[in-house]
């Protein structure tokens, strides 16, 4: 465990309220020793691809969160936390650093601008968070479901989509049943 | 000539043993910690040992046990506790065999035997009420028609609980920390860290192909209840807790 | 394998020239899964007149995609100009699931992602998890999380023997492999009680100490191993036939692994020594020795070797681990993670109380938001997780290896012929069930 | 009769005299058997290929039907009989419905001339007595023997390629391409390696082939086999080529099931699957017969004592099952071809070398004809067959390079 480590909520941490400090023109938000950047919608590419020239060239991951039902976070100030979130990790190989840029996306307009120009990678990346989420790359080549069916309606990792399940069959007479 | 040298190694394999056993005939020995499919155990004396507290219903992952617990009856109380589970039912068809509900149980009624090749024409028979799965007087699981036991097979029920029982401490090493079984009484719990880091001398029969003994005090010439077709299960295991 | 070696592999002039040969769209089919299953006397993109083409749905019910992968191939011939990997059949919800079981129950989930290494997820949950309590586990049970891993990496890396030499047509080491892997998933079932789908390691240690007699069970599984890994040399790595299915096989360089995302072997084979055992250590992994090794040309051959040689390293690290297996607890003492000693419930209503809560609502961990890669058998599996202070994680997700490297399909497939496709795939390694999750 | 008039007239006695109620009974005995006896040598073939491989890769094999699972083919064959009959919406029906006969009948019609016995021992002519008429132990002696194999092996790639080609799916489509590609490159080198059989023994009847090489050879001890009398490399050709034309590994692309899920029979289902499997395994066997015929002098051996006809089928199963356990063990151990490394090792290996080999031997049999200097002449075919070689090796090389250049260029 010398890599990991969560995101602090303040005081928590001391150092958490360092965040004049800025990297690559975005505050960073500190978390142990792995550094998070959140850039505004406007700045993500454009810091990923700075991001790349300074050695993060692997698009690890990328996913989205839906904080509609749990709006505490930590970022700088003067940011407004959207609906969305979506979390990209960075490594840089030669550095042994990960980092990790997480952009902002409100829920009334969940565009992102795509980063498969820049990660070729995030291509399946982006795909899961639009077919699960909703959040649409402009500028990806092809922007499809690819986990559910092509006719598949809705987002289902979305808080408000409902989770449907099967009761379980038991032989108890129902009125016993809870 | 790296085109036949190949052949080498599988004209050997013909004179090699052979790994695969002719399935339902013959069953290779299971594993000790082996998960199958639950038993409810009872005391000694019969008593029911659930108390109805839905612990395990409650940790499921799977959400596919069912119970409702009603107080005991004064005049014939089925557990010893105030309350009895009422309704037990386990629906194998979502079953994931994972075991939490064993670990969760605070009275260790519920534990698994080694079972696994059970299969059903319906959807009812998957779903083990109360009636399958209490074990019987002797403390042996009942054995369904659709179930496939084997001589030997239903003796050792508790031994992930015995595995998982010191939770994690050291301390609680070798320290016997759950009730009896059943006809079997209170089993030996497993060794010690030093014991069983150590390296043992191979089993002079060879059969023992989990190399894991949990009745040391015993003798190690008894590896009974862990060879499959093994007649007697009743050795001295029995003995361990009277 | 010096740090100098692997930085002058890559420089960004190169890594621009791989993104846009990636980018270039010459590989990828961007075919919708509709229209390919309706593409019938396919005749597409020839506008010099370079013959038709044919559009072949390859999977999910084929004997070499590892499961319910479907590939749609633009064939010219049997040469393969364009494809893309249709997965989804598998998908199940899991993160999703993830969101709804507690941190306790968790394991069983991510268990069943990648079902020929479950350790490896289970072991990224945990450690993200005890990252966001703020613990550090027992050092036992990091040994012992470290054997089992090591033990699960030999078990799967037997499985992708057996089956890239079936895919090859060689059905002997299908079987071959697959006699070993069953004695090593003996071991892990005597410990685990489980073949597979462990749900051993859990956050806060390991669900149970190893069991009596585990050292000579584990050196009976191990000891022929060597002997028999070099069995496979001579039946497969020196062959011929073998040499020329898998030589020149889809090629990758390590630029386009790092504009992919592609990890593990796949990475390796292009000669980048990126392992996270040793570049980024979890565990106790700093304290052993290995080797990483790499390839030089990136291909399906190179992949093949290195996992196999990665077996025999896997083997080195059980051995010094047999040896330095330290006593002691083998979960955290820590009340409000680990249900009391079975023994105190009957003594102390606190201990009651703890357990009872521990298995009804789980344990509560801090608001909060972590990543944690760790690298199994098929490359960098993370688990980032985000918890708002409840019991069961806000949201769960599994940066899948198999997911991530299934993507290079395309571009180590462009120009093979369909036979190389079946090579690609099966050096590729993809476990569908965490491609899908 | 002697081996010379044979030779000359090149059928069977039993046709040769007056036809009578005998020889038509006798006839349709050899026809009986012959049909009886490759039906259960097939099916034994099946369960010795599943039970030997099983054997290779430390399984148990059948064992259910039958003792050591003998009857299992016959279990398969029930089952198979009993299953739906599919028929692909989009198939050519009647041509679907035809294919695995194309396929079958000829893997029958194969054995019809292969020797199984007869009185090879001591210079017999393998002629035997029944119902006092000679006749040889096959069912018939065509002059043209050799040729009918080639020809019978090729008809039967229709089978599998309008199988392919009438299921209108894809994979059975690439799989009949892969057929009858494969079939005609190396239907040429088994032609060329089968001729230099022809050559040392100068005739194309299988009976008086083995006739010929049931002499003592070399040396008085080796046995006058055409393996040795042509130098052992039209053999290898030939049962690399054999291989191939059976369709079994290494060479099985036509129906490699990774690849190409089950290639030509794909959709194939119930009997008529079954047909295709058996013909398969049907040919498997009378291609080891024909091995056993042409280049290991067939039933020929010596007989210690009692009847040398018995002795000569004893034999001839012998070497009969050296091949099949050879077929087996290739099965077992060689990973597959690639397409494109097939016809590398067809029209660039095997048929170079089978025809270089063929002119050497015609080289040394003018030698030997005409009181040449062996020693000479050999040297002499030797080096050339060296050198045209290395040519052929060279121009290979070149083109590849020459192909890599282009690719380069183009990108």
């Known amino acids: ?178 | 000539m790296g085109y036949l040298e190949g052949f080498k190694v599988t004209f050997a394999q013909i004179f090699g043993e052979r790994v695969t056993t002719p399935y339902p005939k013959e069953k290779t020995p299971k594993a000790l910690r082996q998960h199958g499919r639950h038993v409810l155990n009872r005391y000694e004396d019969g008593m029911e040992k659930c108390i109805g507290c839905e612990l395990c219903a409650g940790v499921c992952p799977a959400r596919c046990i069912y119970v409702r617990g009603a107080d005991n009856p004064m005049d014939d109380p089925v557990s010893p506790g105030e309350r009895y589970g009422y309704v037990y039912e386990i629906n194998y068809l979502r079953c994931i065999h994972c075991d939490l509900c064993v670990e969760a149980c605070p009275t260790e009624a519920i534990t698994e035997s080694k079972l696994f090749e059970f299969s059903f024409t319906n959807r009812a028979d998957a779903i083990y009420t109360k009636a399958e799965l209490v074990v019987d007087d002797e403390g042996m699981p009942r054995h369904l028609p659709w179930e496939d036991w084997r001589p030997g097979e239903e003796v050792d029920t508790s031994a992930w609980m015995r595995a998982t029982a010191p939770s994690g401490s050291a301390a609680y090493e070798g320290v016997v920390a759950w009730s009896g079984e059943l006809g079997f009484g209170v089993r030996a719990p497993e060794a010690d860290q030093v014991t069983r880091d150590a390296i043992t001398p191979p089993p002079s029969d060879g059969h023992d192909d989990h190399g894991h003994d949990d009745h040391d005090d015993h003798g190690h010439d008894d590896h009974g209840h862990d060879d499959h077709g093994h007649e007697d299960h009743g050795h001295d295991d029995h003995g361990g807790g009277h | ?437 | ?411």
């Not at chain 3, 997820?121 to 049970?141: H, K, M, N, Q, Y």
């Not at chain 4, 046709?15 to 009578?20: A, F, N, P």
């Not at chain 4, 699957?273 to 009378?286: G, P, R």
């Open chain 3, 1 to 437: 394998m010096s740090t100098t070696e692997r930085d002058s592999v890559t420089d960004l002039a190169a890594l621009d020239a791989a993104r846009v040969r990636l980018n270039s769209d010459e590989a990828v089919l961007r075919m919708s899964q509709t229209e390919a299953e309706e593409a019938e006397g396919y005749r597409a993109p020839t506008q010099e007149g370079l013959g038709e083409r044919m559009i072949m749905n390859m999977g999910p019910q084929h004997p070499s995609t590892h499961g319910v992968l479907r590939l749609v191939l633009e064939l010219d011939g049997e040469t393969i100009t364009r494809s893309k990997p249709v997965i989804g059949y598998l998908h199940t919800g899991m993160e999703r699931t993830g969101e709804e079981l507690t941190y306790l129950q968790g394991p069983t989930n991510v268990t069943r992602m990648d079902y020929a290494s479950p350790l490896f997820t289970e072991l990224a949950f945990s450690l993200a998890t005890e990252s966001l309590l703020g613990i550090e586990v027992p050092e036992r049970a990091q040994w012992i999380r470290m054997l089992m891993c090591e033990v699960n990496r030999l078990s799967s890396h037997m499985l992708f023997m057996a089956t890239n030499g079936m895919d090859l047509g060689a059905v002997s080491m299908m079987l071959y492999g697959w006699r070993e892997r069953e004695e090593l998933l003996r071991f892990l079932e005597a410990v685990t009680g489980l073949r597979m789908n462990h749900n051993y390691i859990r956050p806060g240690g390991v669900a149970a100490d190893l069991p009596d007699g585990w050292r000579d069970h584990l050196l009976r599984a191990i000891d022929p191993l060597p002997e028999r890994l070099e069995e496979f040399d001579t039946l497969m790595t020196g062959q011929p036939i073998w040499q020329n299915r898998l030589q020149g096989v889809g090629a990758i360089t390590t630029e386009e692994c790092y504009s992919l995302g592609v990890t593990g072997p796949i990475l390796r084979s292009t000669g980048a020594a990126w392992d996270l055992r040793r570049d980024m250590p979890y565990l106790r992994y700093e304290e052993v020795d290995f080797d990483v090794l790499v390839g030089s040309f990136g291909d399906s051959f190179d992949r093949y070797a290195i996992r196999l040689g990665e077996m025999r390293e896997s083997i080195r690290i059980i051995r010094q681990i047999l040896d330095r297996m330290p006593s002691g607890d083998y979960r955290i003492q820590d009340k409000k993670v680990t249900p009391p000693p079975r023994a105190r419930i009957d003594e102390s209503m606190e201990a009651l109380i703890h357990h009872f809560k521990i298995f009804t609502e789980g344990f509560k961990v801090p608001a909060g938001e972590a990543y944690v890669p760790v690298e199994s058998p098929r490359g960098e599996l993370g688990c980032y997780i985000v918890s708002d202070g409840s019991a069961h994680p806000y949201r769960m997700h599994i940066r899948g290896p198999s997911f991530v490297n299934l993507q290079s399909l395309p571009h180590l497939m462009h120009g093979g012929f369909l036979a190389d496709a079946v090579a690609v795939i099966s050096s590729v390694d993809p476990i569908m069930g965490e491609v899908d999750r």
């Open chain 4, 1 to 411: 009769m002697s081996a010379a008039t044979a030779v000359v007239i090149a059928g069977d006695p039993l046709l040769s005299g007056e036809v009578d109620l005998a020889t038509i009974g006798i006839v349709l005995l050899k026809v009986l058997v012959t049909f009886v006896l490759l039906l259960v040598a097939t099916m034994l073939m099946v369960w010795f290929e599943r039970k030997l491989v099983s054997d290779m890769q430390n399984r148990i094999g059948p064992n259910r039907a039958g003792p050591f699972g003998i009857l299992q083919t016959l279990a398969d064959g029930i089952k198979l009989f009993f299953k739906e009959n599919l028929m692909p919406e989009r198939a050519e029906r009647r041509v679907y419905a035809l294919a695995p006969f194309l396929s079958f009948v000829p893997a029958f019609l194969l054995f019809a001339i292969i020797p199984i016995g007869g009185n090879f021992a001591d210079g017999g002519d393998g002629t035997v007595t029944i119902f006092g008429k000679e006749t040889y132990l096959q069912l018939a002696d065509p002059p043209i023997g050799i040729l009918f194999v080639l020809a019978m092996s090729s008809i039967a790639v229709y089978g599998v390629m309008l199988a392919g080609w009438s299921s209108g799916s894809k994979y059975p489509l690439l799989g009949s391409v892969r057929a009858s590609a494969q079939m005609v490159s190396y239907e040429a080198a088994m032609g060329l390696s089968a001729m230099a059989v022809v050559l040392v023994t100068g005739t194309l009847s299988t009976h008086n082939m083995v006739v010929e090489q049931a002499g003592p050879g070399l040396w008085g001890i080796l046995p006058n086999w055409a393996i040795l009398t042509t130098l052992a490399v039209p053999f290898v050709i030939f049962v690399i080529a054999g291989t191939a034309e059976l369709n079994r590994p290494p060479f099985d692309l036509v129906e490699a099931e990774q690849e190409l899920v089950a290639g030509f029979n794909t959709e194939y289902s119930s009997i008529r699957f079954a047909l295709f499997f058996l013909a398969e395994f049907m040919n498997t066997v009378t291609m080891s017969a024909i091995f056993v015929t042409l280049f290991l002098g067939g039933p020929a051996g010596p007989a210690p004592w009692g009847p040398a006809w018995v002795w000569s089928i004893g034999w001839f199963f012998v070497k009969l099952v050296c091949f099949l356990f050879m077929f087996v063990w290739f099965r077992a151990t060689l990973p597959r071809l690639r397409y494109d490394q097939l016809m590398h090792l067809g029209w660039k290996v095997l048929i170079p070398a089978s025809l270089g080999w063929l002119l050497m031997l015609g080289a040394i049999r003018l030698t030997l004809d005409n009181d040449w200097n062996p020693a000479l002449v050999g040297t002499i075919g030797l080096v050339l067959f060296l050198v045209f070689w290395a040519l052929l090796r060279g121009a290979n090389a070149s083109a590849a390079a020459r192909r890599e250049l282009d690719e380069e260029l183009t990108v």
């Open chain 1, 1 to 178: 465990m010398n890599d990991d480590q969560g995101e602090a909520t303040p005081g928590d941490h001391p150092d958490a309220d360092v965040e004049v400090e800025m990297l690559h023109g975005v505050p960073v938000l500190h978390s142990g020793d792995q550094v998070t950047l959140p850039p505004s919608r406007e700045e993500y590419v454009e810091l990923l691809e700075r991001l790349r020239e300074q050695g993060f060239w692997v698009c690890v991951d990328l996913c989205a969160v839906d904080y509609l039902t749990h709006p505490g976070r930590t970022l700088p100030p003067g940011m407004e936390a959207g609906r969305f979130e979506v979390v990209v990790g960075l490594l840089s190989p030669e550095r042994r650093e990960r980092i990790r840029v997480r952009v902002q996306v409100p829920g009334e307009d969940p565009r992102l601008d795509s980063i498969v120009r820049v990660h070729p990678g995030a291509d399946v990346h982006e795909r899961e968070a639009w077919d699960l989420f909703g959040i649409d790359f402009e500028g990806h080549p092809d922007l499809s479901r690819i986990l559910l069916p092509d006719e598949w309606v809705g987002h289902p990792l979305r808080k408000d989509s409902p989770v449907g399940s099967i009761p379980v069959q038991f032989k108890a007479p129902q009125e016993l049943r809870r």
